[in-house]
Protein backbone atom coordinates (compact mmCIF):
# COMPACT_ATOMS: atom_id res chain seq x y z
CA UNK A 1 0.00 0.00 0.00
CA UNK A 2 3.09 2.44 0.71
CA UNK A 3 3.32 2.89 -3.17
CA UNK A 4 -0.23 3.88 -3.32
CA UNK A 5 0.56 6.93 -0.85
CA UNK A 6 4.38 7.72 -1.10
CA UNK A 7 5.22 10.76 -3.53
CA UNK A 8 7.83 8.64 -5.93
CA UNK A 9 5.66 6.23 -7.15
CA UNK A 10 5.31 6.55 -10.93
CA UNK A 11 2.18 5.92 -13.03
CA UNK A 12 3.99 3.66 -15.54
CA UNK A 13 6.09 1.06 -13.50
CA UNK A 14 3.15 -1.13 -13.05
CA UNK A 15 -0.91 -1.18 -13.22
CA UNK A 16 -1.05 1.94 -14.32
CA UNK A 17 -4.73 3.16 -14.85
CA UNK A 18 -6.65 1.99 -11.77
CA UNK A 19 -5.39 3.51 -9.19
CA UNK A 20 -2.85 6.37 -10.32
CA UNK A 21 -3.99 9.14 -7.51
CA UNK A 22 -1.94 8.49 -3.85
CA UNK A 23 -3.82 8.49 -0.84
CA UNK A 24 -6.36 5.52 -1.50
CA UNK A 25 -5.13 3.67 2.22
CA UNK A 26 -5.51 6.71 4.01
CA UNK A 27 -8.61 8.10 2.74
CA UNK A 28 -10.00 4.74 3.52
CA UNK A 29 -8.44 4.62 6.58
CA UNK A 30 -9.38 8.09 7.68
CA UNK A 31 -12.96 7.41 6.24
CA UNK A 32 -13.84 3.92 8.02
CA UNK A 33 -12.27 4.91 11.56
CA UNK A 34 -14.59 8.16 11.59
CA UNK A 35 -17.77 6.33 10.33
CA UNK A 36 -17.46 3.78 12.58
CA UNK A 37 -16.40 5.75 15.65
CA UNK A 38 -19.30 8.38 14.73
CA UNK A 39 -21.97 6.75 13.29
CA UNK A 40 -21.95 2.58 13.91
CA UNK A 41 -20.60 2.40 17.45
CA UNK A 42 -23.36 4.64 18.71
CA UNK A 43 -26.15 2.08 17.03
CA UNK A 44 -24.82 -0.70 18.98
CA UNK A 45 -25.36 0.92 22.14
CA UNK A 46 -28.97 1.59 20.98
CA UNK A 47 -29.15 -2.20 20.46
CA UNK A 48 -27.52 -3.92 23.29
CA UNK A 49 -29.93 -1.89 24.98
CA UNK A 50 -32.97 -3.02 23.72
CA UNK A 51 -31.25 -6.09 23.82
CA UNK A 52 -31.60 -6.58 26.77
CA UNK A 53 -35.66 -6.04 26.96
CA UNK A 54 -38.05 -9.52 26.71
CA UNK A 55 -40.42 -9.40 23.09
CA UNK A 56 -43.04 -8.73 25.46
CA UNK A 57 -41.72 -6.02 27.16
CA UNK A 58 -40.69 -4.19 24.10
CA UNK A 59 -43.80 -4.61 22.51
CA UNK A 60 -45.36 -3.63 25.11
CA UNK A 61 -43.53 -0.24 25.24
CA UNK A 62 -44.18 0.25 21.57
CA UNK A 63 -47.36 -0.10 21.69
CA UNK A 64 -48.81 1.83 24.35
CA UNK A 65 -51.39 3.48 23.94
CA UNK A 66 -50.07 7.49 24.58
CA UNK A 67 -47.20 5.95 22.24
CA UNK A 68 -49.46 4.84 19.73
CA UNK A 69 -51.43 7.96 19.72
CA UNK A 70 -48.04 10.00 19.61
CA UNK A 71 -47.28 8.05 16.01
CA UNK A 72 -50.29 8.90 14.86
CA UNK A 73 -50.10 13.16 15.60
CA UNK A 74 -46.20 12.50 13.83
CA UNK A 75 -47.07 10.86 10.79
CA UNK A 76 -50.47 12.83 10.17
CA UNK A 77 -48.62 15.98 10.75
CA UNK A 78 -45.50 15.36 8.82
CA UNK A 79 -47.66 14.05 6.23
CA UNK A 80 -50.15 17.47 5.67
CA UNK A 81 -47.13 19.38 6.44
CA UNK A 82 -44.96 17.96 3.35
CA UNK A 83 -48.15 17.54 1.26
CA UNK A 84 -47.84 21.58 1.55
CA UNK A 85 -44.41 21.68 0.86
CA UNK A 86 -45.16 19.59 -2.35
CA UNK A 87 -47.67 22.48 -3.59
CA UNK A 88 -45.83 25.29 -2.58
CA UNK A 89 -41.81 24.39 -3.13
CA UNK A 90 -43.14 23.65 -6.81
CA UNK A 91 -44.72 27.12 -7.14
CA UNK A 92 -41.68 28.60 -5.71
CA UNK A 93 -39.25 27.05 -7.99
CA UNK A 94 -41.47 27.41 -10.83
CA UNK A 95 -41.41 31.19 -10.32
CA UNK A 96 -37.91 31.29 -9.48
CA UNK A 97 -36.51 29.22 -12.65
CA UNK A 98 -39.33 30.48 -15.10
CA UNK A 99 -39.66 34.41 -14.59
CA UNK A 100 -37.87 37.59 -13.87
CA UNK A 101 -38.65 39.86 -11.10
CA UNK A 102 -37.18 42.60 -9.14
CA UNK A 103 -36.11 40.94 -6.07
CA UNK A 104 -35.76 37.40 -7.08
CA UNK A 105 -32.24 36.88 -5.70
CA UNK A 106 -32.70 37.49 -2.36
CA UNK A 107 -35.81 35.72 -2.37
CA UNK A 108 -33.74 32.62 -4.43
CA UNK A 109 -31.41 33.36 -1.15
CA UNK A 110 -33.93 33.46 1.61
CA UNK A 111 -35.62 29.90 0.29
CA UNK A 112 -32.89 28.42 2.84
CA UNK A 113 -33.76 30.07 5.53
CA UNK A 114 -35.68 27.18 7.52
CA UNK A 115 -32.06 25.12 6.96
CA UNK A 116 -29.79 27.88 8.37
CA UNK A 117 -32.06 29.26 11.13
CA UNK A 118 -31.83 27.03 14.42
CA UNK A 119 -34.42 24.97 15.09
CA UNK A 120 -34.69 26.28 18.39
CA UNK A 121 -35.00 29.74 17.14
CA UNK A 122 -37.63 28.64 14.70
CA UNK A 123 -39.77 27.04 17.40
CA UNK A 124 -39.69 30.05 19.31
CA UNK A 125 -40.80 32.90 16.78
CA UNK A 126 -43.84 30.52 15.50
CA UNK A 127 -44.77 29.88 18.91
CA UNK A 128 -44.95 33.41 19.58
CA UNK A 129 -46.63 34.61 15.78
CA UNK A 130 -49.27 31.92 16.13
CA UNK A 131 -50.11 32.40 20.08
CA UNK A 132 -53.14 34.00 20.51
CA UNK A 133 -51.87 38.00 21.06
CA UNK A 134 -49.17 37.21 18.40
CA UNK A 135 -49.24 38.75 15.22
CA UNK A 136 -50.86 35.59 13.41
CA UNK A 137 -52.80 34.36 15.89
CA UNK A 138 -54.91 37.60 16.57
CA UNK A 139 -55.90 37.49 13.27
CA UNK A 140 -56.96 33.72 13.04
CA UNK A 141 -58.09 34.02 16.38
CA UNK A 142 -60.92 36.16 15.01
CA UNK A 143 -62.00 33.51 12.21
CA UNK A 144 -61.73 31.09 14.76
CA UNK A 145 -58.73 29.09 14.11
CA UNK A 146 -56.53 28.07 16.74
CA UNK A 147 -53.11 27.18 16.03
CA UNK A 148 -50.55 27.45 18.83
CA UNK A 149 -51.00 24.25 21.07
CA UNK A 150 -52.85 22.20 18.70
CA UNK A 151 -51.87 19.86 16.18
CA UNK A 152 -52.42 22.32 13.89
CA UNK A 153 -49.02 24.21 15.19
CA UNK A 154 -47.15 20.86 14.30
CA UNK A 155 -48.06 21.31 10.93
CA UNK A 156 -46.92 24.88 11.00
CA UNK A 157 -43.57 23.86 12.29
CA UNK A 158 -42.93 20.96 10.80
CA UNK A 159 -43.84 22.52 7.26
CA UNK A 160 -41.44 26.01 7.84
CA UNK A 161 -38.40 23.70 8.86
CA UNK A 162 -39.05 21.42 5.65
CA UNK A 163 -39.84 24.07 3.10
CA UNK A 164 -36.86 24.06 1.02
CA UNK A 165 -36.18 20.45 -0.23
CA UNK A 166 -38.89 20.61 -2.48
CA UNK A 167 -37.86 23.54 -4.02
CA UNK A 168 -34.13 22.72 -4.04
CA UNK A 169 -34.81 19.42 -5.69
CA UNK A 170 -37.07 20.61 -8.10
CA UNK A 171 -35.10 23.32 -9.45
CA UNK A 172 -32.62 21.83 -11.37
CA UNK A 173 -34.76 19.47 -13.12
CA UNK A 174 -36.99 22.70 -13.48
CA UNK A 175 -33.64 24.64 -14.99
CA UNK A 176 -32.79 21.80 -17.42
CA UNK A 177 -35.85 20.60 -18.97
CA UNK A 178 -36.19 20.54 -22.71
CA UNK A 179 -37.92 23.42 -24.39
CA UNK A 180 -38.87 21.39 -27.76
CA UNK A 181 -41.39 19.39 -26.68
CA UNK A 182 -43.30 22.59 -24.82
CA UNK A 183 -42.84 24.18 -28.25
CA UNK A 184 -44.14 21.74 -30.12
CA UNK A 185 -47.16 21.34 -28.08
CA UNK A 186 -48.11 25.29 -27.45
CA UNK A 187 -47.30 26.03 -31.08
CA UNK A 188 -50.39 22.92 -31.44
CA UNK A 189 -52.00 24.72 -29.88
CA UNK A 190 -52.44 23.37 -26.49
CA UNK A 191 -53.84 25.06 -23.61
CA UNK A 192 -51.17 25.81 -20.44
CA UNK A 193 -52.81 23.59 -18.18
CA UNK A 194 -52.62 20.47 -20.68
CA UNK A 195 -48.98 21.48 -21.63
CA UNK A 196 -48.61 21.30 -18.35
CA UNK A 197 -50.40 17.94 -17.16
CA UNK A 198 -49.21 15.90 -20.40
CA UNK A 199 -45.37 17.13 -20.94
CA UNK A 200 -43.54 19.22 -18.09
CA UNK A 201 -45.38 17.13 -14.89
CA UNK A 202 -44.51 13.77 -16.34
CA UNK A 203 -40.36 14.84 -15.65
CA UNK A 204 -41.09 17.26 -12.81
CA UNK A 205 -42.81 14.72 -10.60
CA UNK A 206 -39.87 12.00 -9.49
CA UNK A 207 -38.04 14.99 -8.22
CA UNK A 208 -41.10 16.59 -6.50
CA UNK A 209 -41.71 13.02 -5.03
CA UNK A 210 -37.97 13.17 -3.45
CA UNK A 211 -38.65 17.12 -2.38
CA UNK A 212 -41.77 15.39 -0.66
CA UNK A 213 -40.12 12.02 0.67
CA UNK A 214 -37.20 14.18 2.18
CA UNK A 215 -39.95 16.82 3.85
CA UNK A 216 -41.23 13.95 5.26
CA UNK A 217 -38.72 12.15 6.91
CA UNK A 218 -37.30 15.77 8.27
CA UNK A 219 -40.71 16.58 9.37
CA UNK A 220 -41.03 13.16 11.35
CA UNK A 221 -37.82 14.11 12.87
CA UNK A 222 -38.01 17.56 13.94
CA UNK A 223 -38.13 18.59 17.77
CA UNK A 224 -36.94 21.84 18.03
CA UNK A 225 -39.61 23.66 16.17
CA UNK A 226 -42.48 21.55 17.23
CA UNK A 227 -42.16 21.23 20.72
CA UNK A 228 -42.66 25.10 21.59
CA UNK A 229 -45.46 25.35 19.51
CA UNK A 230 -47.31 22.26 20.09
CA UNK A 231 -48.57 22.76 23.36
CA UNK A 232 -47.61 19.09 24.40
CA UNK A 233 -50.68 17.67 25.49
CA UNK A 234 -50.35 13.32 25.74
CA UNK A 235 -52.61 12.17 22.99
CA UNK A 236 -53.42 15.05 21.14
CA UNK A 237 -50.51 17.08 20.39
CA UNK A 238 -47.28 15.07 21.32
CA UNK A 239 -45.14 13.83 19.24
CA UNK A 240 -43.15 11.11 19.15
CA UNK A 241 -39.56 12.38 19.62
CA UNK A 242 -41.05 14.01 22.72
CA UNK A 243 -41.97 10.39 23.75
CA UNK A 244 -38.59 9.45 23.65
CA UNK A 245 -37.40 13.03 25.42
CA UNK A 246 -39.65 12.69 28.27
CA UNK A 247 -38.91 8.86 28.41
CA UNK A 248 -35.43 10.06 28.79
CA UNK A 249 -35.85 12.54 31.82
CA UNK A 250 -37.88 9.89 33.33
CA UNK A 251 -34.43 7.54 33.22
CA UNK A 252 -36.31 4.83 32.04
CA UNK A 253 -33.82 4.35 29.22
CA UNK A 254 -35.30 1.38 27.90
CA UNK A 255 -38.04 2.56 26.85
CA UNK A 256 -36.84 5.52 25.62
CA UNK A 257 -34.46 3.33 23.16
CA UNK A 258 -37.29 1.13 22.29
CA UNK A 259 -39.34 3.90 21.15
CA UNK A 260 -36.25 5.20 19.84
CA UNK A 261 -35.38 1.96 17.61
CA UNK A 262 -39.15 2.38 15.98
CA UNK A 263 -38.08 6.11 14.76
CA UNK A 264 -34.89 4.56 14.07
CA UNK A 265 -36.19 1.81 11.49
CA UNK A 266 -38.44 3.99 10.36
CA UNK A 267 -36.51 6.80 9.27
CA UNK A 268 -33.61 4.62 7.80
CA UNK A 269 -36.17 2.83 5.74
CA UNK A 270 -37.82 5.75 4.00
CA UNK A 271 -33.60 6.98 3.38
CA UNK A 272 -33.19 3.55 1.64
CA UNK A 273 -36.02 4.26 -0.34
CA UNK A 274 -35.40 7.51 -1.18
CA UNK A 275 -31.77 6.44 -2.20
CA UNK A 276 -33.05 3.58 -4.57
CA UNK A 277 -35.86 5.54 -5.88
CA UNK A 278 -33.50 8.63 -7.11
CA UNK A 279 -31.29 5.63 -8.65
CA UNK A 280 -34.42 4.24 -10.67
CA UNK A 281 -35.15 7.33 -11.75
CA UNK A 282 -31.42 9.01 -12.39
CA UNK A 283 -30.53 5.47 -14.43
CA UNK A 284 -34.01 5.70 -16.57
CA UNK A 285 -33.14 9.84 -17.18
CA UNK A 286 -29.86 8.58 -18.72
CA UNK A 287 -31.31 5.67 -20.76
CA UNK A 288 -30.41 2.91 -18.43
CA UNK B 1 -38.43 35.08 -29.03
CA UNK B 2 -41.74 37.12 -27.70
CA UNK B 3 -42.07 38.36 -31.31
CA UNK B 4 -42.45 35.13 -32.63
CA UNK B 5 -45.66 33.86 -30.59
CA UNK B 6 -45.80 32.29 -26.96
CA UNK B 7 -43.51 29.15 -27.23
CA UNK B 8 -43.82 28.60 -23.50
CA UNK B 9 -46.56 27.98 -21.01
CA UNK B 10 -47.15 30.50 -17.96
CA UNK B 11 -45.75 33.71 -19.89
CA UNK B 12 -49.42 35.15 -20.53
CA UNK B 13 -48.68 38.21 -17.91
CA UNK B 14 -51.71 37.80 -15.53
CA UNK B 15 -50.98 34.05 -15.11
CA UNK B 16 -46.92 35.25 -14.82
CA UNK B 17 -48.04 37.96 -12.59
CA UNK B 18 -50.38 35.78 -10.48
CA UNK B 19 -47.59 33.43 -9.79
CA UNK B 20 -45.17 35.87 -8.74
CA UNK B 21 -47.40 37.65 -6.17
CA UNK B 22 -48.66 34.36 -4.53
CA UNK B 23 -44.63 33.59 -4.59
CA UNK B 24 -44.04 36.63 -2.89
CA UNK B 25 -47.26 36.84 -0.59
CA UNK B 26 -45.65 32.92 0.49
CA UNK B 27 -41.98 34.26 1.18
CA UNK B 28 -43.52 37.12 3.09
CA UNK B 29 -45.45 35.42 5.48
CA UNK B 30 -43.33 32.39 5.78
CA UNK B 31 -40.30 33.63 5.76
CA UNK B 32 -39.69 37.61 5.93
CA UNK B 33 -42.40 37.90 8.67
CA UNK B 34 -40.85 35.56 11.33
CA UNK B 35 -37.18 36.93 10.27
CA UNK B 36 -38.47 40.90 11.09
CA UNK B 37 -40.61 39.32 14.42
CA UNK B 38 -37.43 38.21 16.10
CA UNK B 39 -35.55 41.29 15.81
CA UNK B 40 -38.59 43.19 16.69
CA UNK B 41 -39.27 41.34 19.99
CA UNK B 42 -35.51 41.25 20.64
CA UNK B 43 -35.83 45.11 20.55
CA UNK B 44 -39.11 44.98 22.41
CA UNK B 45 -38.22 46.73 25.55
CA UNK B 46 -35.21 49.40 23.70
CA UNK B 47 -31.71 48.78 22.44
CA UNK B 48 -30.26 49.18 26.51
CA UNK B 49 -32.84 45.88 27.54
CA UNK B 50 -31.49 44.26 24.46
CA UNK B 51 -27.49 44.93 25.17
CA UNK B 52 -28.45 43.71 29.12
CA UNK B 53 -29.77 40.70 28.04
CA UNK B 54 -26.82 39.91 25.42
CA UNK B 55 -24.24 40.69 27.99
CA UNK B 56 -26.06 38.97 31.08
CA UNK B 57 -23.63 36.21 32.36
CA UNK B 58 -25.25 33.50 31.58
CA UNK B 59 -25.56 34.75 28.26
CA UNK B 60 -21.98 35.10 27.86
CA UNK B 61 -20.96 31.75 29.24
CA UNK B 62 -23.42 30.45 26.22
CA UNK B 63 -21.94 32.17 24.10
CA UNK B 64 -18.41 31.31 24.67
CA UNK B 65 -19.61 27.47 24.87
CA UNK B 66 -21.79 27.25 21.72
CA UNK B 67 -18.60 29.25 19.68
CA UNK B 68 -16.56 26.79 21.28
CA UNK B 69 -18.12 23.58 20.45
CA UNK B 70 -18.40 24.93 16.76
CA UNK B 71 -14.27 25.39 16.74
CA UNK B 72 -14.02 22.10 17.51
CA UNK B 73 -16.18 20.32 15.44
CA UNK B 74 -15.90 22.29 12.31
CA UNK B 75 -12.16 21.57 11.67
CA UNK B 76 -13.11 17.59 12.71
CA UNK B 77 -15.63 17.12 10.33
CA UNK B 78 -13.54 19.49 7.22
CA UNK B 79 -10.90 17.36 7.42
CA UNK B 80 -13.16 13.69 7.32
CA UNK B 81 -15.35 15.62 4.80
CA UNK B 82 -11.96 16.00 2.54
CA UNK B 83 -10.89 12.47 2.93
CA UNK B 84 -14.01 11.02 2.23
CA UNK B 85 -14.79 13.12 -0.76
CA UNK B 86 -11.46 12.10 -2.17
CA UNK B 87 -11.79 8.10 -1.62
CA UNK B 88 -15.39 8.29 -3.51
CA UNK B 89 -14.66 10.61 -5.87
CA UNK B 90 -10.74 9.36 -6.74
CA UNK B 91 -10.85 5.55 -6.38
CA UNK B 92 -12.85 2.44 -7.45
CA UNK B 93 -13.78 0.27 -5.17
CA UNK B 94 -16.71 -2.45 -3.63
CA UNK B 95 -19.00 -1.02 -1.39
CA UNK B 96 -18.42 2.74 -2.55
CA UNK B 97 -22.18 3.29 -3.27
CA UNK B 98 -22.87 2.29 0.61
CA UNK B 99 -20.53 4.39 1.90
CA UNK B 100 -21.92 7.42 -0.04
CA UNK B 101 -25.44 6.25 1.87
CA UNK B 102 -24.13 5.64 5.13
CA UNK B 103 -23.10 8.99 5.67
CA UNK B 104 -26.34 10.28 4.45
CA UNK B 105 -27.52 8.59 7.96
CA UNK B 106 -27.15 11.76 9.83
CA UNK B 107 -29.83 13.77 7.87
CA UNK B 108 -32.54 11.20 8.05
CA UNK B 109 -31.47 10.37 11.78
CA UNK B 110 -34.25 12.68 14.13
CA UNK B 111 -32.02 14.18 16.81
CA UNK B 112 -33.34 13.10 20.25
CA UNK B 113 -32.47 9.87 18.77
CA UNK B 114 -29.28 10.85 17.83
CA UNK B 115 -28.59 12.14 21.73
CA UNK B 116 -29.88 9.20 22.55
CA UNK B 117 -27.66 6.83 20.51
CA UNK B 118 -24.81 8.73 22.64
CA UNK B 119 -26.36 8.63 25.80
CA UNK B 120 -26.59 5.53 25.85
CA UNK B 121 -23.02 4.08 24.80
CA UNK B 122 -21.12 6.74 27.06
CA UNK B 123 -23.84 7.26 29.30
CA UNK B 124 -22.87 6.04 33.52
CA UNK B 125 -25.31 2.87 32.28
CA UNK B 126 -23.55 2.42 28.80
CA UNK B 127 -20.99 -0.02 28.48
CA UNK B 128 -18.55 1.92 27.46
CA UNK B 129 -19.54 5.29 29.73
CA UNK B 130 -18.97 2.46 32.49
CA UNK B 131 -15.45 1.69 31.75
CA UNK B 132 -14.61 5.36 31.44
CA UNK B 133 -16.32 6.15 34.84
CA UNK B 134 -13.94 3.96 36.18
CA UNK B 135 -11.02 5.97 34.83
CA UNK B 136 -12.83 9.02 35.86
CA UNK B 137 -13.85 10.23 32.21
CA UNK B 138 -17.19 11.67 31.91
CA UNK B 139 -18.40 12.77 28.63
CA UNK B 140 -22.10 12.93 28.82
CA UNK B 141 -23.33 15.91 30.72
CA UNK B 142 -20.23 18.04 30.00
CA UNK B 143 -18.79 19.61 26.67
CA UNK B 144 -17.62 16.76 25.36
CA UNK B 145 -20.80 14.83 24.96
CA UNK B 146 -21.98 18.52 23.36
CA UNK B 147 -19.06 18.20 20.80
CA UNK B 148 -19.61 14.87 20.02
CA UNK B 149 -23.50 14.51 18.94
CA UNK B 150 -22.71 17.99 17.22
CA UNK B 151 -20.07 16.28 15.24
CA UNK B 152 -22.22 13.63 14.45
CA UNK B 153 -24.96 15.70 13.54
CA UNK B 154 -23.06 17.71 11.35
CA UNK B 155 -21.08 15.23 9.63
CA UNK B 156 -22.70 14.70 6.17
CA UNK B 157 -22.39 18.73 5.40
CA UNK B 158 -18.57 18.73 4.17
CA UNK B 159 -18.85 15.65 2.03
CA UNK B 160 -22.02 16.54 1.10
CA UNK B 161 -21.16 19.62 -0.76
CA UNK B 162 -18.15 18.09 -1.78
CA UNK B 163 -18.83 14.89 -3.56
CA UNK B 164 -21.09 15.85 -7.12
CA UNK B 165 -18.38 18.69 -7.63
CA UNK B 166 -15.25 16.49 -7.66
CA UNK B 167 -17.56 13.74 -9.51
CA UNK B 168 -17.82 16.11 -11.91
CA UNK B 169 -14.61 18.02 -12.30
CA UNK B 170 -13.04 14.32 -12.58
CA UNK B 171 -9.58 13.13 -12.17
CA UNK B 172 -7.34 14.14 -14.81
CA UNK B 173 -6.12 17.46 -13.81
CA UNK B 174 -4.64 15.38 -10.64
CA UNK B 175 -3.29 12.27 -13.04
CA UNK B 176 -1.64 14.87 -14.65
CA UNK B 177 -0.10 15.88 -11.62
CA UNK B 178 1.01 12.85 -10.61
CA UNK B 179 2.72 12.03 -14.26
CA UNK B 180 4.79 15.56 -13.49
CA UNK B 181 5.65 13.48 -10.20
CA UNK B 182 3.77 15.95 -7.23
CA UNK B 183 3.60 14.25 -4.31
CA UNK B 184 0.05 13.69 -2.47
CA UNK B 185 -0.01 16.99 -0.56
CA UNK B 186 1.03 18.99 -3.53
CA UNK B 187 -1.43 17.81 -5.56
CA UNK B 188 -4.00 18.47 -3.19
CA UNK B 189 -2.86 22.12 -2.48
CA UNK B 190 -2.00 22.67 -5.82
CA UNK B 191 -4.67 21.39 -8.30
CA UNK B 192 -7.49 19.82 -5.79
CA UNK B 193 -8.01 22.64 -3.15
CA UNK B 194 -8.02 25.90 -5.83
CA UNK B 195 -11.22 23.90 -7.77
CA UNK B 196 -12.94 22.81 -4.70
CA UNK B 197 -12.54 26.06 -2.22
CA UNK B 198 -15.67 27.62 -2.66
CA UNK B 199 -17.43 24.27 -2.06
CA UNK B 200 -15.10 23.68 1.00
CA UNK B 201 -16.27 27.16 1.82
CA UNK B 202 -19.53 26.59 1.65
CA UNK B 203 -19.97 23.22 3.38
CA UNK B 204 -17.96 24.63 6.20
CA UNK B 205 -20.59 27.49 6.35
CA UNK B 206 -23.52 25.01 6.71
CA UNK B 207 -21.43 22.53 9.24
CA UNK B 208 -20.58 25.90 11.33
CA UNK B 209 -24.81 27.11 11.22
CA UNK B 210 -25.57 23.72 12.20
CA UNK B 211 -22.93 23.00 14.98
CA UNK B 212 -23.75 26.67 16.40
CA UNK B 213 -27.71 25.53 16.35
CA UNK B 214 -28.36 22.42 17.09
CA UNK B 215 -31.11 21.27 19.61
CA UNK B 216 -32.69 18.37 20.04
CA UNK B 217 -29.15 16.05 20.15
CA UNK B 218 -27.64 18.54 22.39
CA UNK B 219 -30.02 18.83 25.05
CA UNK B 220 -30.65 15.20 25.52
CA UNK B 221 -26.66 14.90 26.36
CA UNK B 222 -25.91 18.51 27.97
CA UNK B 223 -27.91 18.37 31.43
CA UNK B 224 -28.43 21.38 31.07
CA UNK B 225 -26.58 23.08 33.38
CA UNK B 226 -27.26 27.58 33.48
CA UNK B 227 -24.10 28.34 32.69
CA UNK B 228 -22.09 25.10 32.65
CA UNK B 229 -23.88 23.02 29.46
CA UNK B 230 -26.00 25.24 28.31
CA UNK B 231 -25.18 26.32 24.44
CA UNK B 232 -26.97 29.16 23.40
CA UNK B 233 -29.85 27.49 21.66
CA UNK B 234 -30.51 25.96 24.83
CA UNK B 235 -30.59 29.04 26.59
CA UNK B 236 -33.04 30.34 24.28
CA UNK B 237 -35.31 27.70 25.26
CA UNK B 238 -34.34 28.27 28.96
CA UNK B 239 -35.22 32.11 28.74
CA UNK B 240 -38.54 31.14 26.85
CA UNK B 241 -39.71 28.30 29.62
CA UNK B 242 -38.84 31.31 32.20
CA UNK B 243 -41.50 33.78 30.71
CA UNK B 244 -38.31 35.69 29.68
CA UNK B 245 -39.43 36.24 25.93
CA UNK B 246 -37.34 39.48 25.77
CA UNK B 247 -34.01 37.76 26.93
CA UNK B 248 -34.98 34.25 24.44
CA UNK B 249 -35.43 36.56 21.31
CA UNK B 250 -32.20 38.73 22.08
CA UNK B 251 -30.33 35.67 22.17
CA UNK B 252 -32.35 34.18 19.56
CA UNK B 253 -31.76 37.44 17.34
CA UNK B 254 -27.45 36.47 17.51
CA UNK B 255 -28.61 33.05 15.86
CA UNK B 256 -30.52 34.79 13.18
CA UNK B 257 -27.57 37.04 12.41
CA UNK B 258 -25.44 34.11 11.85
CA UNK B 259 -28.00 32.38 9.78
CA UNK B 260 -28.19 35.71 7.68
CA UNK B 261 -24.65 35.65 7.40
CA UNK B 262 -24.66 31.81 6.00
CA UNK B 263 -27.30 32.49 3.69
CA UNK B 264 -25.21 35.96 2.65
CA UNK B 265 -21.82 33.80 1.93
CA UNK B 266 -23.81 30.77 0.48
CA UNK B 267 -25.27 33.07 -2.52
CA UNK B 268 -21.73 34.60 -2.78
CA UNK B 269 -20.40 30.92 -3.11
CA UNK B 270 -23.25 30.62 -5.69
CA UNK B 271 -22.48 33.36 -7.65
CA UNK B 272 -18.72 32.71 -7.60
CA UNK B 273 -19.19 29.16 -9.15
CA UNK B 274 -21.55 30.20 -11.81
CA UNK B 275 -19.13 32.51 -12.96
CA UNK B 276 -15.80 29.96 -12.54
CA UNK B 277 -17.95 27.47 -14.72
CA UNK B 278 -19.25 30.05 -17.24
CA UNK B 279 -15.05 31.04 -17.52
CA UNK B 280 -14.30 27.67 -18.00
CA UNK B 281 -17.23 26.82 -20.57
CA UNK B 282 -16.14 30.03 -22.87
CA UNK B 283 -12.65 28.83 -22.78
CA UNK B 284 -13.49 25.50 -23.79
CA UNK B 285 -15.93 27.24 -26.45
CA UNK B 286 -12.11 29.19 -28.13
CA UNK B 287 -10.20 26.20 -28.15
CA UNK B 288 -12.58 24.25 -29.74
Known sequence: MSELSGGRWSPFQRNPGKRVLPGFALSMGVSLLFISLILLLPVTGLIVQTAGMSWEQYWGVITDERVVASYKVTLWAAAIASLFNGIAGLLLAWVLVRYEFPGKR??????????????????????????????????????????????????????????????????????????????????????????????????????????????????????????????????????????????????????????????????????????????????????? | MKSQGRLRIGDQPWIKWSLIGLALLLVALLLVVPLVMIFSQALSSGAATFWDNLTDEYTLHAIGLTLFVAALTVPINLVFGVFLAWLVTRFEFPGRKALITLIDIPFAVSPVVAGLLYLLLYGSNGWLGGWLMDRDVQLMFSWPGIVMVTVFVTCPFVARELIPLMQQQGREEEEAGVVLGASGWQLFRKITLPNIQWALLYGVVLTNARAVGEFGAVSVVSGNIRGQTNTLPLHVELLYQDYNAVGAFASASLLAGIALLTLLIKSAVEWRQARQMQAASTQSDRTT
Open chain 1, 106 to 288: LIDALIDLPFALPTAVAGITLAALFAQNGWYGQLLTELGIKVAFTPLGIVVAMSFTSLPFVVRTVQPVLEDLPVEDEEAAVSMGASDLTVFRRILFPSLWPALMTGIALSFTRSLGEFGAVIFIAGNMPYVSEITSLMIFIRLQEFDYGAASAIASVVLIASLVLLLAINLWQARYLRRLHGR
